[in-house]
């Protein structure tokens, strides 16, 4: 397990607001006290209906924010100081409210007003119905806030209160940690770069000199599609390449050479004429560990080869590519951001910190359950040799549940790792998950850990059948069809 040491010595503020989940925030500020944070607690009115003051102040070990109308309070404290003395701000759980008050600017309460006072990274973990997850308005909301550059960890599809089940679980309590210490310890949320500063002041300066009269909007605006948010792809419709695009891919491509990390196929090319300049790919590889105690866990026989195959060849291409890795034994692609986990939750933390993407290839091979319960020590083997009993419950499904996120990239491609019936079994795993293709491969025999693999790329329309080829060369068939795609 991860020792979280990047959140030794920080400084969270931890807004609870009104959700039956909001006993979680309890676990979610004991983890973070014991990973060596700092927590300062903040009760919206609706939060302190489902947590006590008395309790949340008694696991952060500090003294509670709640009114902003306290003369006490603002006289101690204020809203102005709360803002300016933390290094992050969560809010955990985000109610449909919240979120709505949020992205409408409202300040009529300490957590408002600290929201817009604070001008550093927040992270929020929703929790609502699933209907109300659902609904337009608030995907509406989550899109205003994610352009404005607020992190989301969540929500789960699960059982929920009153017999429901859906998408609209807060994330457990570790899921959450680990997106928090993403948060902290990403470079690209700190402060902005200025090359990128000046990238952009050159794009919007070429738009007014065209005169096009559009407005200048680096983030492109999500697009409703069923009840989940996707992004859209715009085009001109003169179909001229946009500068913005241009200065950005500009800025990315030189930043890679000056850092010297650009793989062989970028050095020296005009960094313009690469196909994924620009874009964004997230890309998934390797295993997952699920800890039975300090010393077992629960595996499989993914090396990663193929999803860091895949990264490499999309980095070639010209993209910047974010490798959410498991435990494996190879070096980091060149030119490629590389976060590694351990756990399925934490899998889907860093996956969900580094959105927005403009696709996103799921490649690792996740385990499907963890223990209930892990052991603080390592299990003894009893005197009768008998198995210890195991209960196992479901891990998170990363691709279904970035298949509906309202951050959700344009292309969004899974693996099936079959033993039989292969491509049936990946058509279905296509329409269960919401993703748009499956990359489907027979692994009954020596593909896991192997150098080849055959592969079918099944969408919702067709079926290839790839021959069997090195997993360099499934990867860079993979990524020409990926940017292919991109710039249909």
Same mark, same amino acid.
């Given at each position: 397990m991860s020792a979280h040491q990047g959140l030794k010595g920080k400084r969270v503020l931890l807004v609870v607001s009104g959700s039956i989940a909001a006993y979680k925030a309890l676990e979610l500020a004991r983890l973070l006290g014991k990973a060596g944070a700092t927590v300062m607690g903040l009760l919206t009115a609706g939060g302190a209906r489902f947590v006590t003051p008395h309790a949340l102040q008694a696991i952060t070990g500090r003294k509670l924010a709640e009114d902003l109308w306290s003369l006490r309070e603002e006289a101690e404290r204020g809203h102005i100081r709360l803002a300016r003395e933390t290094d992050l701000v969560v809010v955990a759980p985000a109610s449909a409210d919240r979120l709505a008050r949020m992205a409408a600017g409202m300040a009529d309460d300490l957590a408002g007003a600290v929201l817009l006072a604070w001008n550093g990274p927040v992270l929020v973990a929703p929790a609502m119905n699933p209907t109300m997850w659902a609904h337009p308005a608030t995907g509406a909301n989550v899109a205003t806030l994610m352009a404005r550059g607020v992190h989301f960890v969540g929500p789960e599809d699960g059982p929920m209160a009153e017999a429901e089940s859906g998408t609209g679980r807060l994330s457990e309590p570790p899921a959450i940690l680990a997106a928090i210490e993403a948060a902290l310890t990403d470079p690209e949320h700190g402060a902005p770069d200025a090359a990128l500063e000046d990238a952009l002041d050159a794009a919007i300066a070429a738009q007014a000199e065209e005169g096009e009269g559009r407005p200048f909007a680096p983030h492109r605006a999500p697009r409703k599609g069923g009840s989940s948010f996707t992004e859209g792809a715009p085009h001109n419709a003169d179909h001229r390449a946009d500068p913005t695009e241009a200065a950005l891919s500009t800025f990315s491509a030189s930043k890679a050479v000056e850092a010297d990390v650009a793989p062989h196929s970028l050095r020296g090319t005009a960094p313009g004429l690469l196909p994924l300049s620009g874009k964004h790919v997230l890309v998934t590889s390797g295993p997952t560990h699920e800890p039975l105690d300090p010393v077992r866990y629960i595996a499989n026989r993914s090396s990663g080869k193929q999803g860091h195959a895949i990264a490499a060849a999309l980095a070639a291409l010209g993209a910047r590519v974010t490798l959410v890795s498991g435990p494996v034994t190879l070096a980091d692609p060149a030119g490629v951001a590389v976060r590694p986990v351990e756990t399925a939750r934490e899998m889907l933390a860093a996956c969900e910190a580094a959105l927005p993407a403009d696709a996103a290839v799921f490649a690792a091979a996740v385990a499907d359950w963890r223990p209930a319960e892990v052991a603080g020590q390592k299990m003894?083997?009893?005197?009768? #040799?008998?198995?210890?009993?195991?209960?196992?419950?479901?891990?998170?499904?990363?691709?279904?549940?970035?298949?509906?996120?309202?951050?959700?990239?344009?292309?969004?491609?899974?693996?099936?790792?079959?033993?039989?019936?292969?491509?049936?079994?990946?058509?279905?795993?296509?329409?269960?998950?919401?993703? #748009?293709?499956?990359?489907?491969?027979?692994?009954?025999?020596?593909?896991?850990?192997?150098?080849?693999?055959?592969?079918?790329?099944?969408?919702?329309?067709?079926?290839?059948?790839?021959p069997r080829l090195p997993k360099a060369e499934v990867a860079a068939r993979l990524a020409d069809r990926i940017a292919e795609t991109l710039h249909a």
């Open positions: 003894k083997k009893p005197a009768d #040799d008998a198995a210890p009993p195991m209960a196992l419950v479901p891990n998170p499904d990363i691709l279904a549940t970035l298949s509906r996120h309202p951050m959700r990239p344009g292309l969004v491609i899974g693996f099936a790792a079959e033993t039989e019936r292969v491509v049936e079994h990946a058509r279905a795993k296509l329409a269960r998950k919401g993703c #748009d293709w499956i990359v489907a491969n027979d692994v009954s025999g020596d593909v896991m850990g192997g150098a080849e693999n055959s592969v079918h790329l099944v969408t919702s329309y067709s079926v290839e059948d790839w």
